[in-house]
């Protein structure tokens, strides 16, 4: 869903350049921003879940340890 905000952040920004509209070459500008947003966020809850899982490895193998 990143990409597609892009996509059409980018063109909203171009077709407001062409139109001389700064409104719509706002409003794409908050749609890339959007979707810079949604990558961090998603790259954040996966790397959540990689410590995650690392943690649990962790705990699984001080438990059979003991």
Excluded: N, P, Y
């Excluded at 920004?13 to 500008?29: H, I, M, N, P, T």
């Amino acid at each position: 869903m990143g990409l597609m905000d892009r996509i059409r952040g980018r063109a909203k920004k171009a077709a407001g350049d062409l139109a001389g509209d700064e409104s719509l070459r706002r409003q794409g500008a908050r749609e890339e921003a959007k979707a810079d947003a949604k990558e961090d966020l998603k790259r954040a809850h996966e790397q959540v879940e990689d410590q995650a899982v690392r943690v649990r490895e962790t705990e699984d193998d001080a438990g059979h340890g003991a």
